[in-house]
């Protein structure tokens, strides 16, 4: 039910408006000054208020202001005896939905607080969907109980009311966009624009397009003028992910809008300037990126002044349990399955299983064992392969402090260095790429 309050001095029109009013079926709420009108709306939910302009207590114009600066989603639609187009002018001004004469408008009064209604409905859904999107890049949505989690989450925090630079680091997987996600919704520019751009995905050109924007007829293709991502983002958060992919003359032009807010759009010769926060980040190592004159060390040192490290998943055992739990229930929603129970023996090769991955593979292996699970439990037989082979094999997990684990360890770090390229791998580690896939197999390294 709708809720409309209706405030007016005359009690006669103020009780016929009212009985038009619920003949269509809504709320009415009456009061017959600007007080009592007040203290109705702080106790009731009010849709939408019809407000005479003079009352013995103020004016109804006045009031207006008070109204949408305490009851912002509320709609006002004033009425007044005498039409005044400075009044009505500064009606508008003041947020009022409509200002009309009374008497002579009357047949538009329950065309207008239908609009009105349809309006704060809007309204109420954009709130509601922010609300969602707050709750789901809150720090309190980052799933975890591990000391490493909660150190970084607290890292996070500290920074987020800044306006600085941060430099998120760890390897693919490990959830660097949510961290970003976190900071901007936890920041002062919360309600604004969050862009995030993958700097790998691009070639130069369009990356450059993508950022800067260009000009009509600037290249072949370039049909009309487009804004660039730093143009979109003005007041907001930039996210650029991969940022150690961008092209060496780009990372120059980066660093330039960084330092001065100016950037200039492909094929023009004007600056334009754009207020944002950027969030960088990389799985690559940038201070060596840096040292080897692959990465502008100028930019390097820009963007590192609040880097926060993520841990990889199995430096974080105790967040698989909570994340296996949080993919599972989401999965089986998703499939329209009712909850299945996780057995012990499928969490626990979960737990042993060193995640090269990180969480972005849990979350695949999750939605593959809910897929394939016949029963009402996750057992170990839907596990991938791998994953029950070295659970299967326990009892030859290396000690931490042994050569062949230090081994295991470089290998996974210089394969996530090279996003899996077997061939740049053996070629960084000196070896053979039959000798690579030899000790791959040995290791049970994906």
Known sequence: MKNILIIDDEEKLRGLLARIVKSEGFDVVEASDLKSGFKKLEHTAIDVVLCDVKLPDGNGVDFLEKIKSTFPLTEVILLTAFGKISDGVQAMKNGAFDYIVKGDDNDKIIPLLYKALEKVQLQRKVEQLEKRISDKYSFDSIIGKSKGLEQVIDLAKKVAKTDSTVLLTGETGTGKEV?????HENSNRVGKSFV?????TFSKEILESELFGHKQGAFTGAIKDKKGFIEEVNGGTLFLDEIGEMPIDLQAKLLRVIETSEYIPVGDSTPRKSNFRLIAATNRDLKSESDAHRFRQDL???????????????????????LTLYFVKQFSEKINRRKLEIDSEFLKKLEIYHWPGNI?????VIERSVILCNGDCLTQDVLPYEIQHQADNTSKIMSAFSMQSVEKLHIQKVLNYTKGNKAETARLLEIGVATLYRKLDEYHIL
Do not use: G
């Open 179 to 183: 961290f970003a996600q976190a900071i």
């Open 196 to 200: 995030a751009l993958n700097c790998s």
């Open 300 to 322: 390097y040192f820009r963007l590192n002044i609040f880097e926060i490290k993520i841990p990889p998943l199995r430096e974080r055992v105790k967040d698989i349990s909570p």
């Open 360 to 364: 972005r593979e849990l979350r695949n």
